[in-house]
């Protein structure tokens, strides 16, 4: 459980790398999931929910992987939302990328 945070959730910055798979983000002050400057992040089977702007906010460059096309492992499965978060389920912005399964509803491209 990553809840409740007066910040992001999970914060991922300067040409880092992470893995997030299988946990709860819900009802941080900001991003769930936050990814910038350079960085890098797989990001699967994970409630997301709730949280005061966006579900993950991916920008300047960085990139986030959510699962694979197919499979049902924990590496693989889409991530999910009960509550809606309070700007957009994914945001990407300056040169920013991301892929997997992607529901195109939940994406605000800028």
């Known amino acids: 459980m990553i809840q409740d945070n007066s910040g992001h959730g999970i914060a991922i910055s300067r040409a880092s790398v992470a893995r997030i798979l299988g946990n709860t983000i819900r009802n941080n002050r900001q991003n769930g999931i936050n990814v910038e400057k350079l960085s890098l992040a797989d990001v699967a089977s994970n409630l997301i929910e709730g949280n005061s702007l966006n ?3 991916v920008t300047q ?3 986030v992987n959510l699962g694979t096309d197919t499979g049902s492992g ?3 499965s889409p991530n999910t939302t009960g509550a809606s978060n309070g700007q957009f389920g994914i945001d990407a912005s300056l040169g920013a990328y991301l892929d997997g399964r992607l529901p ?3 994406i605000c491209a800028n």
Do not use: K, R, T
């Open 55 to 57: 579900g993950i906010q």
């Open 104 to 106: 195109a509803a939940l």
């Open 61 to 63: 460059n960085s990139g």
């Open 74 to 76: 924990l590496e693989q």
